[in-house]
């Protein structure tokens, strides 16, 4: 019988030339770097293994660590041979990688996180992709760009999106090979490779990367681990990835600031209030009012609103930017009970963490595997979710992150943003250097940011406005001066802040004329500093 606990070397000397290599990872979280360290190392030792594909469920990096190493090792020998491709759902936090992918020096494709974690279950059953409605009308679908990033991957085609009509309704079918190799992340393996995640800020989609590599005609499965165990140490219920499946084990430190080997995240080596080891409360801090919590206060109110709506709390995900404020509100509202936030890597509840760190929480209740977080969002379990947004256009079109120069992929926003019944986009209304201040009670412009964000047409399409009417969602566009909502005439324009001019300050700035019928001014409370007694006005309505 073959040895299962080997070094790292002799375990990456295990993947063959031409490998596809799915390696888990939501940014630090779940992400084996100590394995890609060594995979890199073997390469430029020996030159092997080379012509490899590499996929994940997110993106197994942050700046300096994990695939941003490999962008570094091509961007320094570009005719290297040593990765000839990648599918990630997300590039924004390697940056080196991204120079690569934009030079062309390699193919790169890109899904939705939810799309990919939802994947790899699809190739473990055997199935020849995955089906979905998610992308239709966006960016991805074949009658637009496909989910190629550029030219190699147009050339190549490793991975499609394909159209096709089941029953009279449109889907389509996320294409990929299937991996062979498996780099996971885990906290401990008992002697027989059963592995649990005790120490893990997520669950991510380690079972389900296993059992994709695992499926016939199977492949090598490599676990990163902090600790052994003798057999039985492991609760049966807490075992993650039985040992059966699991073909070499690595041990390895947590390591230094400039190793991070086995990082919860990438600020926490290890915290307690991660795992959900140890008990967290955030107090609440008064902070500035600025125009940026006046979007994520009017986005609090539609909450509560929904919650009097449905009689019952709600399910809400928060996505980056503006809308991670809105949690803030929440909090500073004691809404808690009747908002329950959710992070799309499996969290639920606490205090989502943002940059390097996001996808894991403090204090969270419940952490489910990334899978099955993205089933309840595509589904429409959740009940609302609020986004933010870089370019919004006359139909309703949504691009949140694309610009030329910058190549970060969709991460969660497609699924989120279809499944959701209702979206509720967050941002300012310009961009660039502004001077824009909440004062008495009402918005001050003084300079005005010089990037326009509405626009005629957005540069890519990730949230299709024509698919979310046809679906009967509800839509609103909320800024810190406007708030729109989407219909089947286009835009309209429902609320004004107070302070502001119509013509000057809002359509003049604007590629296209919104429709405006009865417009109303925001809520005044919004733009002073007391709280809007949200939780009061809720507990009224819930008696109701």
């Not at 709600?314 to 936030?341: C, Q, S, W």
């Not at 310009?430 to 201040?437: K, L, P």
């Not at 119509?502 to 700035?509: Q, R």
Request: hydrophobic share 45%; glycine share 10%; charged share 25%.
């Amino acid at each position: 019988m073959a040895r299962k606990f080997v070094s790292g070397a002799e375990a990456v000397s295990k993947i063959p030339d031409g490998a596809v290599v799915a390696i888990t990872g939501f940014n630090a979280a779940t992400a084996p770097f100590y394995l890609i360290d060594e995979l890199i190392e073997r390469y430029r030792k020996t030159g092997h293994p080379r012509g490899l594909f590499i996929i994940s469920d997110t993106l197994p990096a942050i700046p300096g660590f994990g695939l941003d190493k490999v962008g570094k090792l091509i961007l320094e020998d570009p005719h290297q041979d040593f990765v000839r491709g990648f599918l990630l759902p997300f590039y924004g936090w390697a940056p080196e990688l991204q120079k690569a992918v934009m030079k062309n020096l390699v193919e790169a494709y890109t899904w939705s996180i939810g799309i990919a974690a939802r994947w790899f279950r699809s190739v473990a059953a055997g199935e020849p992709g995955l089906f979905s409605r998610v992308g239709l009308g966006t960016f991805v679908d074949p009658r637009q760009d496909n989910c190629f990033l550029n030219e190699l991957a147009r050339e190549r085609k490793t991975v499609t999106v394909e159209l096709y009509e089941v029953h009279g309704r449109e889907y389509l079918l996320y294409r990929a090979p299937k991996p062979n190799v498996a780099l996971v992340r885990v906290t401990t393996a008992d002697e027989i490779g059963n592995l649990s995640m005790e120490q893990e800020a997520i669950y991510g989609s380690v079972l389900a990367v296993v059992q994709a590599t695992k499926a016939h005609p199977g492949g090598v499965v490599i676990a990163q681990v902090l600790r052994t165990v003798t057999l039985g140490e492991i609760h049966p219920k807490h075992v993650v990835v039985p040992g059966p499946l699991v073909d070499y084990i690595v041990v390895t430190k947590r390591g230094s600031e400039v190793e991070k080997y086995h990082w919860q995240s990438g600020s926490f080596d290890f915290n307690p209030v991660l795992s959900g080891d140890a008990p967290y409360s955030a107090a609440y801090k008064p902070v500035e009012l600025t125009i940026e919590r006046v979007a994520a206060r009017r986005v609090a109110v539609e909450l509560v609103n929904l919650v009097g709506r449905l009689g019952r709390p709600v399910i809400v995900n928060l996505g980056i930017g503006t809308p991670t404020m809105v949690a803030d509100i929440v909090r500073e509202e004691r809404l808690d009970e009747f908002i329950h936030l959710t992070v799309e890597s499996g969290p639920w509840g606490g205090v989502a963490l943002m940059d390097v760190d996001f996808g894991v929480a403090m204090g969270p209740y419940a952490i489910i595997p990334m899978p099955d977080q993205f089933t309840v969002y595509e589904g429409g379990a959740i009940d609302a979710t609020s986004l933010g947004f870089m370019q919004i256009d006359k139909e309703g079109n949504v691009n949140p992150s694309f610009m030329p120069g910058r190549l970060p992929g969709p991460g969660g926003f497609p699924v989120i943003s279809t499944g959701s019944p209702r979206v509720y986009f967050a941002g300012g209304f310009t961009a660039g250097r502004r001077n824009i201040a909440v004062k008495d009670c009402r918005l001050a412009i003084a300079e005005d940011g010089p990037i326009v964000k509405f626009v005629e047409r957005v540069n890519k399409i990730v949230f299709s406005g024509r698919y979310a009417l046809e679906g009967g969602k509800e839509v609103l566009y909320i800024t810190e001066r406007a708030v729109f909502k989407l219909t089947p005439s286009g835009l309209e324009l429902v609320e004004v802040a107070p302070g502001v001019d119509l013509e000057k300050d809002i359509l003049a700035k604007m590629e296209f004329k919104p429709v405006v019928r009865h417009v109303e001014e925001m809520d005044k409370k919004l733009f002073c500093e007391e709280r809007l007694g949200l939780r009061e006005k809720v507990l009224e309505m819930v008696k109701r």
